[in-house]
T-cell receptor, first 111, second 119 residues
Framework: GQQLNQSPQSMFIQEGEDVSMNCTSS?????WLWYKQDPGEGPVLLIA?????ELTSNGRLTAQFGITRKDSFLNISASIPSDVGIYFC???????????FGTGTRLQVTL | GAVVSQHPSRVICKSGTSVKIECRSL??????MFWYRQFPKQSLMLMAT?????????EQGVEKDKFLINHASLTLSTLTVTSAHPEDSSFYIC???????????????FGQGTRLTVV
């Protein structure tokens, strides 16, 4: 099935650093979502974006819906150890249609 | 917040046997549930969309006779892996969307996943 391309594939950063990751698609999406998955768990929704150009924050997390509707980015400021995990973007074309998940960005935070 | 629970969280079965995984929405009704499969270090791949009271819609390449889905109530969907083989070993995750929220601005909630190991 179709997947969204995420970059980077993995990141090793020090505690306190800011993180930026993005997600790109060859197709247009009407909704962009960002999830975090801890090992052995299901994904948890972090931020939802519903409008092109929209910039939304959730605590230290900020995400933007690209103006072309083919990309999105997620920023994490002042990273902490509990930010460790895999971050997935996901896109949806219609109001009730299925999600397409990105390839994931694995984040490691060192003290 | 809304809770989606999967059972079991882990299961080991012998090759050739069948395994049933349950997905329950604990505090809301869900007309639509989704089943995903995730192989190690890979993304989530949608297997099928489960609709209460009707047949599931399977994604291309997913064998409907091997992965039986039943959504008999508004709070329960089950996935049965029939005649399991080692290559079916994976992490299976469900999600559930609250009934009446197909407005494009309310997202489904994910279960905690089921780790299936076929030996």
């Amino acid at each position: 099935g179709q997947q969204l391309n995420q970059s980077p594939q993995s990141m090793f950063i020090q505690e306190g650093e800011d993180v930026s990751m993005n997600c790109t698609s060859s197709s247009i999406f009407n909704t962009w979502l960002w999830y975090k998955q801890d090992p052995g768990e299901g994904p948890v929704l972090l931020i939802a974006l519903y409008k092109a150009g929209e910039l939304t924050s959730n605590g230290r997390l900020t995400a933007q819906f690209g103006i072309t509707r083919k990309d999105s980015f997620l920023n994490i400021s002042a990273s902490i150890p509990s930010d460790v995990g895999i971050y997935f973007c996901a896109g949806r074309t219609g109001t009730a249609s299925k999600l397409t998940f990105g390839t994931g960005t694995r984040l490691q935070v060192t003290l | 917040g809304a809770v989606v629970s999967q059972h079991p969280s882990r299961v080991i079965c012998k090759s050739g046997t069948s395994v049933k995984i349950e997905c329950r929405s604990l505090d809301f009704q869900a007309t639509t549930m989704f089943w995903y499969r995730q192989f190690p270090k890979q993304s989530l791949m949608l297997m099928a969309t489960s609709n209460e009271g009707s047949k599931a819609t399977y994604e291309q390449g997913v064998e409907k006779d091997k992965f039986l889905i039943n959504h008999a109530s508004l709070t329960l969907s089950t996935l049965t892996v029939t005649s399991a083989h080692p290559e079916d070993s994976s992490f299976y995750i469900c999600s559930a969307r609250r009934t009446g929220t197909d407005n494009g601005k309310t997202e489904a909630f994910f279960g905690q996943g089921t780790r299936l190991t076929v030996v």
